[in-house]
């Protein structure tokens, strides 16, 4: 059986002070471990008790799981709940006096609204959208920037049941298009125009020019929320209808729509390696639990947190970790209109320091980019408030993980580095930080209930410090549930035939090591063989990151006629992009680290350097294109999404 060798050796172990460990949910790993065992050992009532005390139900389910259709579970199936009211009805009595959202705009202005203003505001904006006609089970497109009104559109989705599907606002005509088509949704609720950077962000007239690409005939409503003053020209009487005359006179409350647990709750779009986004269809209650349960346990939650999550609502962390797991907890949380660095690069750590943010999580390529500027930013802030950060999104290098540590972290806050994916809805793999020691670059354990292991291309578990595939052995509760519309897709993709359609596919390569650690590989798709051994992406480029030089490095293969594969290495320095004879030196020099770092069969026969790496919206590393790069292939795949274009340009050019 073929598994993926695994050449990164990382021995740095950091367990939770003792301090920490006193305060903490879950204060040992002993206390982790038998909640394991009681998951492991009854399984349904594990998720059933939790489901009872964490979700508030107008109707409790009878069944906790019903598998008898596998892969389309059903959890808490006879149950009826309905989302906003668990986010924010249930805690009017005791906290309707807390901040729910401490809001920062892009020019540095804050509002801070209650749970009660909060509450309030979704209210209305249910009401203003049952008066447009839109109703329970109908779906509704979110294309707006981070704002409290974010937040309130969804959650007035899921008040009044119907289905939302929101797409980051960085996304083009083109994909708005799609997935308005692909949903069938009846409105779009967008802002004329966002601001990020001091720039202005056409919102409004992308969704103009969306439904003027025709198929969107479904479209009733466009909904407007006024950020600015400009950006509303092409605007259609009958069909367009500002925000602030949808909630005109609108009563302030506004009762909820009682959901059975198996209702769509909303369709989140994420972009398969080919072929057409696929609508990640989640739940209403198995969403919520995973939501509300993960955030108190991997953030070890006090109800005196202040909680940042930098991601947008357009991606899966802004659905779980800012618009339904801080509020279904009652916590105060931080949101961010802007950029890391606008006006400049102070800006995290002065927010940090003016909010007294106690709990940061943000991505790998965030704190790559914030590296590459130098600690004296931080540096320059009281950053004492904080307790704990986390990452998401990417394996975070050791490197970068050691910066955040002591550079953010002054040595005093555990790392949650979360692994998770759009489909499985909320965190599956990570510390819990009170319990389980840190390594650098390993996502550590699974949460109790989530039944994790490695295994090969027969289904059988790899041994330790062998890469394999990873896959998740038993249902969850917040797991996909279907691909909106092509429920054969669905188990296709994520129940294959050759686990007998029995384990779910995460499509990410992964190794154990002796103390049954996880550490994520990179996505099976971008595993290198070079002579015979397969190699995942994430240790070559550790290595490479690992290099004082070096800020960002992606590698992927070329083909070889004696080894099958070469290495090629994409990587940004900390300084100037080197030229000439300079970029040949260096990169000898980065050939021979690697050699040296992890041996000689992982050196990249060629190295390149760029001032940027192709990413998408999300920050992620497009290996895809980097790959055609190295092949001196033509570009054929959609880079309509990339973050920046331009780059591919540049690291063609360096092809010689
Ligand atoms: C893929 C999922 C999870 C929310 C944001 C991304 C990679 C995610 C980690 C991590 C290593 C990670 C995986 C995964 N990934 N978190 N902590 N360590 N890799 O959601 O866009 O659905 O992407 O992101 O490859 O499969 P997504």
Redesign the pocket.
């Known amino acids: 059986m073929s598994t993926i060798d695994s050449v990164l050796k990382e021995t740095r172990l950091f367990p939770p002070s003792d301090d920490f460990r006193r305060r903490a949910l879950v204060p040992s790993l002993d206390a982790y471990h038998a909640l394991c065992e009681q998951a492991d050992d009854h399984y349904l009532s594990f998720w059933g008790d939790l489901a009872r005390e964490q979700i508030s139900w107008k109707k409790p389910f009878s069944r906790v799981l019903d598998d008898s259709n596998a892969p389309f579970f059903k959890w808490f199936d006879d149950g009826l709940l309905n989302v906003s009211y668990n986010c924010l009805d249930r805690h009017l009595a005791q906290h309707g006096n807390k901040l729910a959202i401490i809001f920062e705009a892009d020019d540095g202005a804050v509002t801070r609204v209650t749970y009660a203003e909060l509450h309030r505001r979704v209210c209305q904006f249910a009401n203003g959208l049952k008066a447009q006609g839109i109703k329970r089970g109908d779906r509704v497109v979110v294309y707006m920037p981070m704002s409290i009104e974010a937040v309130v559109a969804m959650q007035a989705c899921a008040r009044i049941g119907a289905i939302h599907s929101v797409v980051f606002g960085g996304f083009s005509a083109k994909s708005v298009q799609e997935r308005i088509q692909d949903a069938g949704a009846v409105a779009v609720i967008t802002a004329n125009e966002g601001l990020r950077g001091g720039k202005s962000v056409p919102l409004k007239a992308v969704i103009d020019e969306a439904l003027g690409l025709g198929g969107c005939e479904s479209i009733q409503r466009v909904v407007v929320f006024q950020r600015t003053n400009g950006g509303a020209s092409d605007w259609q009487e009958g069909r367009d209808i500002w925000w602030h005359k949808l909630t005109e006179g609108q009563p302030e409350q506004c009762e909820p729509e009682w959901m059975n647990a198996e209702d769509p709750l909303f369709i989140l779009y994420?972009s398969g390696s080919t072929g057409k986004p696929k609508g990640i269809q989640h739940s209403t209650a198995g969403y919520l639990l995973g939501a509300i349960n993960s955030f108190r346990m991997v953030f070890d939650y006090k109800p005196n947190d202040v909680f940042w999550c930098t991601a947008d609502v357009g991606?899966?962390?802004g659905h779980s970790y800012v618009c339904y797991g801080p509020l279904g907890n009652a916590a105060t949380q931080v949101i961010f209109e802007g950029v890391p660095t606008y006006p400049d690069a102070h800006r995290f750590w002065q927010m940090i320091e003016k909010h007294k943010v106690t709990i940061f999580y943000t991505a790998p390529t965030a704190i790559r980019s914030l590296i590459k500027l130098g600690a004296d930013f931080p540096n320059q802030h009281d950053l004492s408030s904080l307790r704990l950060l986390g990452?998401?999104?990417?394996?975070?290098n050791p490197e970068a993980w050691i910066w955040y540590h002591e550079v953010v972290g002054k040595g005093r806050c555990p790392i949650v580095?979360?692994?998770?994916?759009?489909?499985t809805g909320s965190v599956m793999i990570a510390p819990l930080p009170g319990a389980v020691a840190t390594k650098p670059g390993s996502?550590t354990l699974p949460l109790p209930g989530v039944i994790a292991d490695i295994v090969d291309e027969s289904g059988a578990p790899v041994e330790p410090g062998k890469g394999g595939m990873l896959v998740i052995k038993k249902p969850f509760p917040s797991l996909v549930r279907t691909i909106w519309g092509d429920p054969e897709r669905f188990k296709k993709t994520y129940f294959p035939e050759e686990f007998n359609g029995k384990y779910y596919l995460?499509?990410?390569s992964a190794n154990r090591d002796e103390h049954g650690y996880f550490w994520?590989m990179g996505?099976i798709d971008d595993v290198l063989n070079v002579s015979g051994h397969r190699l995942g992406t994430m240790e070559i480029e550790s290595a490479l990151v690992a290099n004082p030089l070096v800020a960002e490095a992606a590698v992927v293969g070329k083909p070889h006629e004696i080894k099958g594969e070469a290495v090629v290495a994409f990587v940004v320095l900390k300084g100037q992009r080197p030229t000439g004879e300079d970029a040949k030196k260096i990169a000898d020099q980065l050939k021979s680290w690697v050699a040296h770092e992890i041996g000689k069969i992982a050196q990249p026969d060629d190295i390149r350097f760029g001032d940027n790496l192709p990413k998408t919206r999300?920050g992620?590393i497009m290996r895809r294109l980097l790959r055609a790069i190295a092949r001196g292939e033509e570009i054929t795949q959609d880079t309509s999404t990339l973050e920046n274009p331009a780059i591919l340009t540049q690291l063609q050019e360096g092809i010689r």
Do not use: F, N
């Open positions: 994420t991606w899966i962390t990452t998401v999104g990417e394996p975070i580095d979360t692994w998770w994916q759009t489909e996502c995460a499509g990410d994520i996505r999300s992620k």
